[in-house]
Every structure is written in C-alpha cells, then in structure tokens.
C-alpha cells in the first residue's frame, strides 16, 4: 500500500507540476473561457491525488478511484494503440511534424506499468484489506473501461 501510494503520489506531483503553467495561465488570464471541456483537463488532475491519498488511508473509495484510473489509463493507452497503428500519413508533411506519432514502445509501457498496477491492486489480499469482492472488482473495472471508451469516442 506504501509503495504503491508513493508510487502514484509522484505520479499526481508530475502530472501537476507538468501543467502547471496552463494551470496559471487558466487562472490569472481573464481571456479564457470556462466551459464544459476544462472538466476534462481538470479530472484527472485532481482525480489521481484524491485516489491515492485515500488509498494510502486504506479507505475503499480510494481502491476503487485508483482502478477506475488504471483501467482509464489502459483503455486509453489501448485505444492509442489502435490509433497509431491504423493512422494514415498526412498528405502535407507540416501536418506530420505538428501531429507526430505517438511511439509504440512508449505505449507499450503504458500498458504493462498500468497493466501491472492493475494487477497488484487486484490480488486477494490487498482486496481483503479494502474490503472489495470479486464480482465488485470485475465491476469496477468493466464501467471504467465501458465510460472511457464512451468518453474517448463520443466526443
């Protein structure tokens, strides 16, 4: 559970500290307009940070915020994969330098470092630990997948 929340506390610290200008510009800039799509720059900024300190509490919400993030964050990387590897040039090669592939080895350790997690926060004894069955994981884990790939194709 320790190395586990430290592990995705440095994560949530990067993932901040990365945005950080944007974050500023968004706040102090009176130009910038407040809508509906900030929600998702905003979510996951603040969804990683609560998910982990709630799960170094041993709080159940805070198991169940953790995989819900893993299993967006391997849906996503799975969905990306598929992008890339059915993406078509550019006919006007500026168009590739502004929208350069994403690398599939980078990809590929997307998936088995959150593919790993998954399966750590997954196994019996720590599910004991938060108190969360096995048809409640199984749950969990389907809805997450089912809302990213909704999320990712309906907009």
Known sequence: VLISSL???VISIYKIASEFDLLNFMFTDSSVKWDFSLLFFFLPLLWLP????LFYM???TGWVLLTAFITYSITG???????????KP????ALENLFPATSLVTIIITLLFF???LWVVCENALREIYSVEKKEMKSIIG???AL???LFYAL
Not at 77 to 87: C, G, H, P
Not at 90 to 93: A, K, N, Q
């Open 115 to 117: 593919g790993g997690y």
């Open 90 to 93: 550019f006919s006007i090669p």
């Open 143 to 145: 809805v997450s997948a």
């Open 77 to 87: 990387a799975i969905i990306m994969m598929y992008e890339e590897l059915t993406r």
């Open 58 to 60: 041993r709080k159940k």
């Open 148 to 150: 990213t790939l909704l």
């Open 50 to 53: 609560t998910a982990t300190i």
């Open 7 to 9: 592990v995705f506390g």
